[in-house]
């Protein structure tokens, strides 16, 4: 792939704010210190459920020190929650608990000791009731009930689609197959705990520093729950020291240190213990899932149907749509003419799910991989083959109404082939080692809002100094995933200068256009988008100076190497810093906005809003693995991806991406576990939450393919998620080559492993997973027509961007 | 931020200053050395000493002396880097430098001194937790509350001895020199600990513990296997330490001495018997594998299920008497190597 | 408040004098006495490494040590890597290498780079994994941080370094 005609784009440079976190001056939202600050904890449920009868806060309020207490009275009873479908969380809970960890009182004091202390001493009067702690539970329990609203008693939703008639499909199939697999909950552990700093003016207005990936919604829900003017608030997000998806909703501490700052007059500190994360969560959904397809004996796929039960916590989060993304994207990397999905999301008494990397959709991911290699081998095909012969078209429909326009999965697919020797290894490899295969896809932003409107999904302001600097404003959030450098990027293409001489200045609700927040991979397509236009429109007025001046037509002008010069005569020309001069003489200010809307492409049907992405990124992976089959131990040796990004605006940042996607799917397969006993989580700590450290991460040798799709600023897709999702059953395909055991759940423990062996000794099934499913009866299915196989709209065009 | 709860240190120079402050303040004292297991444990508050009275000013506990072949001593206060590097550790009892090598992590182990580690406070996952999760469960009887939450019908506590190297010098047969305000005493690694997991030490109070010596050792074999989830971090959860003489092909003396499986290392005697006299054949190793796990009795407050640690037990203790014998780790290899 | 008490601290250098109670840990006088915000933490109990600091060389977790134990030692954050204004190699190779994503966990990984090049010269990849297994990282997958340890020590051992890329990868 030629990247020649680009100065910036496509080159390996350091990221724009490597730079201060190699010296350790970032300041992220811990590190924060103010005057006559204050710092705040809160007192949390004892109990997973429960009806609060009393609140005492009298000695904690007489402790020396204590500045303010405040319990679920001190607020507005207003609920808040990411999701206009799902408001049912409160800033502190007022008359019932759903959690061990759920916040019912705060503190500001004269030190994080005193905080906590107080905290301790306030006392709360419980009248317990019965946890329900799993899906099964939770879909059989009618009595007691943990949220009043949903689809039934303990039902947060139940959805159910049917895109041509799947019984149909199987009729016709060569072998139909049905598999049952449970993936297990995880969470993100970001190193950086959550934390968040509220200063109140006597003006009344409200700053909030936060570690948060969604500054934008995190403004609202302040503006919501405190019942303020919104213009009166300004939320600014902090480096964020890792998200993953677990900063992205609005969090009861950020409103609780608000108030409290109102409260006070002072300045106001929380920084979450580890523990307290756990309890914030939002993580992988617990899913058990049955799928069944019915394919040909070349392994084409005639019809699929897919169930979900999801394990949703004790709140609404963003789970409406992870548990449609449990279904949406099944379609999106083979060909699935006819397609049924049925879903339901259960509340339960744990810290609430949500969007983790890869959302909803890692779980029904491994559920179809692991499940097509179970098909291959049945029908004696290689996986590879058969799933390269499978894989998706460009430029054309799902059964589900989704638009794929560029595909690269087929030469991920060979590139990962070759590069791992798959072909000499599996099947082929010593009784201890064996290679797994597995692919996926992933969208670049969501298609849709997360609150209906019509406005862009993200916009940037591009300010061109008269020195010749250039400044970018833009809500985009950096969380680590190099979005600062990408709209730096974007516009040192755009205008034809060095990245070094552009500042960004990000995610302050006062300052920046708005941006929706750092999740969905939405940010290098859209902001990178906004960025790209906004600094368009510069450079038209640039040129249109310049032009002016050197008496030639404005196209005749190009703009590269810091200068704006006649493209057949670069002789003649300005340097970029004159060309300032020249724009603002001549139209004032040098200031342009750009914003982006995505496509609307989603179906004309209800629960259609889940899915559409502007384009889709694809993922080929092969994992090696050695079993120890007398421990069952499973060590990752080396893992192949190739990754299909559209065009590496920056190869270094996408290798890390997908590299640290890798990781996080290794430790989901192998070790990463949410689980909780008697009521609590069980280990909420970094020493025993196992998160793989440098010694059981493998070689991770990344192949990036270039699509370069229309849809993309430059042709970019996204990296940070799809990678993951591959990882899992690639690694579970790989112990099945090396053992013969199908480990149908994660993580694949050692324990499980020496299970299956010792089922296969005894000569049974080696297989370890679920075994049944809870007993629940679906909607009825909305019917919809399928649109496999048709042409992507005529909007929807090839072309080239530069 | 988890932080310490307050107290008044004390920094003895001389381990008789150490003894003395120690009998002075009473059960409000403890001491602390690399503090990387009481820290942790104050800040969850399973610890609240008024006093610490700290044992790194104290010279005369750093360091390792002597020879392989009349006996090592090691000083209480020497860090674990510092044993798992030293040369003649690493030489003559490598199961020693490989268990303190072991210990969680790099810098943790800059800090941790071995007299710490053979002290380390028994764990649980039901009381290594923060005040708040403890008390959410209801605290148990080691500290804040009444009954044990692993079994709740005890009367005892059941927290596991999670100490890397203690198994190790058991199988030795080292022994660890103690000084308190009543005097000195050498007693056996083996009876330093008692089967309980909240008074877990044979030790009194204001008794340093000063010194391991270990015995002179003289063609003496030595492995140790740790069973955990992650190469570096994690506590073992199931410790297998063997220490084999050998005469002309016979066993002279063998000690299986188990970690992580109880709350003190529990040797596997029966096991050890079995050995004795015999060549190690791979049937043998079977067999004596299979007795050695008897006394393994994990419950369920570690990461990895307790019938998984107790099956492991067979299979570590196997693997570390087939590679004392050279042979490769796992029967099924056999006659690939052969 | 408990009593506090003067200590005098060697840190970066520099001598300091902080009056805090003995029981607050290095971590917490390095960021909120001496406004040393680079040494970030993860769990404050000793199970990520994030807060690690050099004292005397040697990595340590600033979580679990006291600086009333610290005294006449020196101690190396992050901000003393390099001489104001500049880089040291290690940072240098950070963040040419995209090594920080996030940045949390760089500078405990940096530090313990530090000590690791001044023992080995050129340490292999295992031995720098090894090195670095007391250090959590949750955004790179490590694969970046090896690669910026081995040229950095490449770059150190005066060896002239063919190309800021990491090999492999990008066909
Ligand atoms: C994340 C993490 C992981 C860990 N992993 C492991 C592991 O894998 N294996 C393992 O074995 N340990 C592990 N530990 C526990 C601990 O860090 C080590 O055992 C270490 O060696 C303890 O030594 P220390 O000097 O820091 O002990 P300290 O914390 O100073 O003391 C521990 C106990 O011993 C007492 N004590 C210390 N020295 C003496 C002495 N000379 N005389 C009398 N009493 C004394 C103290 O009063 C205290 O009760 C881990 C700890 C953490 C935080
Ligand atoms: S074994 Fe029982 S008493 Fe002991 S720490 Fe665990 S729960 Fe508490
Ligand atoms: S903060 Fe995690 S080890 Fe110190
Ligand atoms: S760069 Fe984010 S944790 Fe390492």
């Given at each position: ?802 | ?315 570590f203790v196997a693997r570390a008497l087939r590679r004392l014998a050279g042979l490769p780790d796992s029967p099924e290899n056999e006659e690939e190597v052969a | 408040m408990p009593t506090k008490t003067i200590l005098t601290l060697r840190v970066n250098g520099e001598t300091h004098e902080v009056a805090v109670p003995v029981h607050k840990t290095l971590l917490e006088v390095l960021r909120e006495d001496l406004g040393l915000i680079g040494t970030k933490h993860g769990c404050e109990l000793g199970e990520c490494g994030t807060c690690t600091v050099l004292v005397d060389g040697q990595p340590v977790l600033s979580c679990l ?107």
């Amino acid at each position: 792939m030629s990247t020649e005609e680009f100065s910036v784009i496509g080159k390996p440079l350091a990221k724009v704010d490597a730079w201060e976190k190699v010296v350790g001056a970032a300041r992220y939202a811990d590190d924060f210190f103010l005057p006559r600050m204050a710092y705040a904890k809160i007192r949390r449920s004892d109990h997973p459920h429960a009806l609060i009868k009393r609140v005492d806060t009298t000695r904690a309020q007489a402790l020396p020190g204590v500045y303010a207490v405040v319990t679920g009275r001190d607020f507005p009873a207003v609920k808040f929650g990411i999701l206009p479908v799902s408001q049912d969380e409160e800033a502190l809970c007022t008359d019932k608990v759903r959690m061990v960890g759920d916040p019912i009182a705060a503190v500001a004091a004269v030190d994080e000791e005193t905080a906590e202390k107080a905290a301790d001493l306030i006392d709360v009067e419980y009248e317990v009731l019965p946890p329900i702690m799993s899906v099964e539970e939770a879909l059989a329990q009618d009595k007691v009930r943990i949220h009043e609203y949903g689809d039934g008693p303990n039902i947060h939703k139940a959805v159910a689609f049917e895109f041509g008639d799947v019984e149909e499909g199987f009729r016709q199939a060569d072998l139909v197959r049905e598999d049952v697999f449970f993936y297990q909950g995880n969470t993100h552990l970001p190193m950086e705990q959550h934390a968040a700093v509220a200063q109140w003016s006597p003006d009344g207005k409200l700053t909030l520093w936060s570690s948060t990936q969604t500054p934008h919604y995190v403004h609202r829900a302040l503006a919501k729950t405190l019942q303020m003017p919104p213009a009166w608030i300004r939320v600014i997000a902090a480096p964020v020291g890792g998200g993953f998806g677990g900063k992205t909703d609005p969090f009861s501490h950020e409103i609780v240190v608000a108030r409290l700052a109102q409260l006070t007059g002072r300045p106001v500190k929380i920084g979450l213990t580890r523990e307290e994360v756990f309890y914030c969560h939002r993580g992988r959904h617990p899913v058990l899932m049955w799928i069944k397809t019915g394919v040909t004996k070349n392994g084409e796929i005639l019809a699929m149907h897919c169930r979900s039960y999801v394990d949703g916590g004790a709140y609404g989060s963003y789970g409406v749509a992870s548990l449609l993304y449990t279904g949406a994207l099944q379609t999106v990397t083979y060909k699935v003419p006819r397609y049924k999905f049925e879903g339901v999301r259960a509340f339960t008494n744990k810290p609430p799910c949500g969007p983790k990397r890869g959302h909803g959709t890692p779980q029904p991911r491994y559920a179809l991989e692991c499940h097509l290699d179970k098909v291959a081998e049945q029908l004696r095909l290689d996986p590879a083959e058969m799933r390269r012969r499978i894989a998706v078209d460009e430029y054309t429909k799902t059964a589900n109404h989704l638009t794929i326009t560029t595909c690269g999965l087929r030469e991920c697919i060979d590139r990962v082939v070759e590069a791992s020797g798959w072909r000499e290894k599996h099947r082929k490899l010593p009784y201890g080692k064996g290679v797994g295969f597995a692919c996926s896809s992933y969208l670049t932003g969501a298609g849709l809002p997360i609150y209906w409107n019509d406005m862009p999904h993200s916009g940037a302001i591009v300010k061109v100094d008269r020195g010749g600097g250039v400044a970018i404003l833009c809500g985009a959030t950096e969380i680590g995933q190099g979005s600062d450098s990408v709209l730096t990027y974007v516009v040192a293409e755009q205008l034809g200068i060095d990245p070094k001489d552009i500042r960004v200045a990000t995610a302050d609700s006062d300052l920046t256009p708005v941006d929706l927040g750092s999740y969905s991979s939405r940010v290098t397509l859209m902001a990178g988008h906004a960025a790209a236009q906004a600094a368009e429109r510069i450079r038209t007025l640039l040129h249109e100076a310049v032009a002016k001046k050197l008496e030639v037509a404005p196209a005749e002008l190009v703009s590269r190497g810091g200068r704006v010069f006649v493209k057949d005569d670069p002789e003649r020309g300005v340097s970029f810093a004159e060309a300032a001069v020249l724009g603002e003489t001549m139209h004032g200010t040098l200031a342009c906005t750009g914003s982006y809307t995505p496509p609307k492409r989603a179906g004309k049907f209800k629960g259609s809003g889940v899915g559409p992405s502007p384009c889709y990124s694809y993922t080929a992976c092969v994992a090696e693995v050695s079993v120890d089959p007398d421990t069952g131990e499973v060590k990752v040796d080396r893992v192949w991806i190739a990754h299909d990004v559209g065009r590496a605006l920056n190869p270094l940042l996408v290798e890390g991406q997908v590299e640290g996607s890798v990781y996080m799917g290794l430790g989901e397969a192998l070790m990463e576990e949410q689980v909780f006993r008697e009521g609590l989580h069980k280990i909420p700590s970094m020493l025993e939450y196992k998160s793989p450290t440098t010694l059981e991460t493998p070689e991770i040798y990344t192949i990036l393919v270039e699509t370069v799709d229309p849809e993309g600023p430059f042709g970019a897709k996204e990296a940070g998620q799809g990678p993951l999702l591959p990882v899992p059953p690639a690694v579970a395909n790989a112990v099945h080559d090396a053992v013969g055991a199908r480990i149908d759940e994660v993580p694949i423990s050692p324990e499980k492993v020496a299970r299956a062996l010792e089922l296969k000794k005894q000569g049974k099934p080696a297989r370890v997973g679920p075994e049944r499913l809870p007993v629940f009866k679906f909607p009825e299915p909305v019917k919809v027509a399928s649109a496999f196989g048709e042409a992507a709209d005529p909007s929807v065009k090839r072309k080239t961007q530069g | 931020m988890m932080r310490l709860p307050p107290f008044t240190y004390l920094a003895p120079l001389s381990v008789g200053e150490a003894v003395r402050m120690m009998a002075d303040h009473g059960p409000e004292a403890m001491f602390v050395a690399g503090g990387t297991d009481l820290y942790p444990n104050m800040k969850r508050r399973q610890f609240e000493p008024k006093v610490l009275v700290g044992l790194r000013g104290i010279r005369e506990l750093v360091g390792v002396r002597g020879e392989a072949t009349t006996g090592l001593v090691i000083g209480a206060g020497t860090t674990l880097t510092d044993v798992s590097e030293h040369p003649a550790v690493r030489e003559h009892v490598p199961a020693l430098a490989v268990a303190a090598g072991l210990v969680s992590t790099p810098p943790l182990r800059n800090m941790g001194t071995i007299g710490g580690n053979v002290c380390v406070d028994p764990r649980c996952n039901y009381y290594n937790q923060s005040y708040q999760w403890r008390r959410a469960i209801g605290f148990c009887m080691k500290k804040d509350g009444d009954i044990c939450l692993v079994a709740p019908g005890s009367s005892r506590c059941w927290a596991v001895s999670s100490t890397d190297t203690a198994p190790v010098l058991w199988s030795l047969g080292a022994r660890a020199r103690l000084v308190g305000v009543g005097g000195e005493r050498v007693v056996p690694v083996a009876s330093l600990f008692k089967d309980d997991g909240i008074d877990y030490l044979a030790k009194a109070r204001d008794e340093v513990l000063t010194e391991i010596l270990l015995p002179p050792v003289d063609g003496l074999r030595c492995a140790y296997l740790k069973l955990r989830r992650r190469g570096s971090f994690d506590f073992p959860v199931l410790g297998v330490a063997v220490a084999l003489s050998l005469d002309g092909g016979r066993v002279k003396t063998a000690k299986i001495v188990l970690g992580a499986v109880a709350s003190q290392p529990r040797e596997a005697v029966e096991a050890g018997a079995l050995l004795v006299g015999e060549r190690l054949t791979p049937a043998l190793i079977a067999e004596v594998a299979g007795v050695a796990a008897r006394p393994s009795k994990p419950l369920d407050n570690t990461d990895l299920t307790h019938p998984y640690r107790k099956k492991m037990t067979k299979v570590f203790v196997a693997r570390a008497l087939r590679r004392l014998a050279g042979l490769p780790d796992s029967p099924e290899n056999e006659e690939e190597v052969a | 408040m408990p009593t506090k008490t003067i200590l005098t601290l060697r840190v970066n250098g520099e001598t300091h004098e902080v009056a805090v109670p003995v029981h607050k840990t290095l971590l917490e006088v390095l960021r909120e006495d001496l406004g040393l915000i680079g040494t970030k933490h993860g769990c404050e109990l000793g199970e990520c490494g994030t807060c690690t600091v050099l004292v005397d060389g040697q990595p340590v977790l600033s979580c679990l040590a006291l600086p009333v134990e610290l005294g006449g030692r020196e101690i190396l954050t992050v901000e003393g890597m390099a001489p104001p204004g500049q880089l040291h190699p290690l940072q240098q190779a950070f963040a040419e290498l995209g090594a920080a994503q996030c940045g949390y966990c760089t500078p405990g990984i940096l530090l313990t780079s530090l000590a690791l090049l001044a023992d080995k010269r050129e340490p292999t990849r295992d031995e720098i994994r090894q090195a670095l297994s007391g250090n959590i990282c949750r955004c790179t997958g490590y694969t970046k941080i090896l690669e910026a340890v081995e040229l950095a020590a490449l770059r150190m051992s005066g060896t002239p370094s063919p190309s800021p890329l990491p090999q492999g990868g990008r066909g």
